[in-house]
């Protein structure tokens, strides 16, 4: 029968590893956190149900109590409204989305939680609207945009991927889906989280990129390019230095589409971790695992060039 196939050491050990995350479930929280959650659909939690679950799983990992606050990014028109939004918070996520309502919100928070030192984690749109941040503030380029939002933008730091710039459909039938290889820079905090490994897969859906003739100028700007395709000019993910900022990163594809119970996605138990850190000043926070705990020690490798044969 189907027990006398399976071998019964492993079995126990899965049953084992089960027990205790059910336990650490209802377990008294170590630690609490807030974490704000920005997109325009803030009013419908199931439009981010997947990012949810992922919090859920790092939350019972880490012993952390989650506070989830969720903003509606569309009500947000300057840094005072952003700083009313995000004021008191540990960690802030900004998710994926289309159209351009709510988007400027949205490049207000990352600019908020860049300036502040405030643990950020972009996802898809979220990881281009902290390019747009920082080619306008940091850059220089006041008119930076993505073609998705404003087509006949002159600072177009976001534009359509190579494959879909002679393609025409409906939006969504030209993207980028599914399970692609991610390389990653060596010594970056990407490659901390991600547990030094130098090729990771994640899912993606998008049909816009960066910009590959801004790449360089981002880069000696200060932007980490610590992610990217690994044949073509195609940056995935992005991050500051320690030394600017403590967590501040982004990723083009979906890391809450691979997080499971016993297995949380690694950007999402970094932001925790970070946010547990700016909580709790000066703590040992020994309980946390030191892959978390450390995950943002150390300037980013690079200094903020991208890997070779990027550009």
């Known amino acids: 029968d189907l027990h006398e196939r399976v071998n019964p050491i492993e079995e126990d050990r899965s049953r084992a590893r089960w027990q205790a995350f059910a336990d650490s479930i209802t377990a008294p929280r170590r630690h609490r956190i807030k974490l704000g959650i920005t997109g325009k659909y803030a009013a419908l939690r199931d439009a981010y149900a997947s990012i949810d679950k992922a919090i859920e799983h790092c939350a019972t990992t880490l012993s952390c109590e989650i506070e989830v606050n969720w903003i509606d990014t569309s009500t947000i028109n300057d840094m005072e409204d952003a700083a009313r939004e995000l004021d008191g918070l540990h960690a802030v996520i900004v998710p994926g989305g289309f159209g351009s309502r709510g988007v400027e919100g949205k490049i207000l928070c990352a600019e908020y939680a860049r300036k502040n030192h405030l643990p950020y984690l972009g996802i898809c749109l979220g990881f281009q609207v902290a390019v747009i941040e920082y080619a306008r503030n940091v850059l220089g380029l006041d008119d930076a945009n993505s073609t998705e939002l404003a087509p ?22 030209t993207m980028r889906l599914g399970a692609q290889d991610v390389q990653v820079t060596p010594g970056s905090l990407a490659a901390r989280l991600y547990g030094e490994q130098s090729s990771i897969r994640e899912r993606f859906r998008h049909r816009y990129e960066v910009e590959p003739e801004y790449i360089d100028q981002l880069c000696e700007a200060g932007l980490v390019f610590s992610g990217r395709h690994p044949e073509y000019p195609i940056m995935q993910m992005l991050e500051l230095p320690r030394a600017s900022h403590p967590f501040f990163i982004g990723a083009q594809f979906h890391p809450e589409l691979t997080s499971r119970p016993l297995a949380p996605n690694p950007m999402f138990m970094g932001l925790v971790a970070a946010g547990i850190r700016l909580s709790e000043p000066g703590a040992s926070l020994k309980d946390i695992p030191e892959r978390w705990r450390q995950s943002s020690d150390g300037d980013s490798a690079s200094n903020g060039k991208p890997l070779a044969g990027t550009t």
């Open 152 to 173: 006949d933008c002159s600072g177009a730091v976001i534009s359509e991927l190579p494959e879909q710039k002679q393609l025409e459909g409906i939006m969504g039938g």
